[in-house]
């Protein structure tokens, strides 16, 4: 249960980093790192 809890701590980190201006060309980053994983 800890766990799972500490997860979703995480991603809502996660979710209010990017929401920064200054992260944005990070989270672009992250998204074609992303995309190219899919392939």
């Known amino acids: 249960m800890r766990a799972?809890?500490?997860a979703i701590?995480?991603?809502?980190g996660q979710?209010?980093?990017?929401k920064l201006?200054?992260?944005n060309d990070a989270y672009v980053a992250?998204?074609?790192?992303a995309?190219?994983?899919q392939d």
Do not use: K, Y
């Open 4 to 6: 799972a809890q500490s």
């Open 9 to 12: 701590n995480f991603e809502s």
């Open 15 to 18: 979710v209010e980093v990017l």
């Open 21 to 23: 201006p200054i992260s």
């Open 30 to 33: 992250v998204q074609t790192v």
């Open 35 to 37: 995309q190219i994983g």
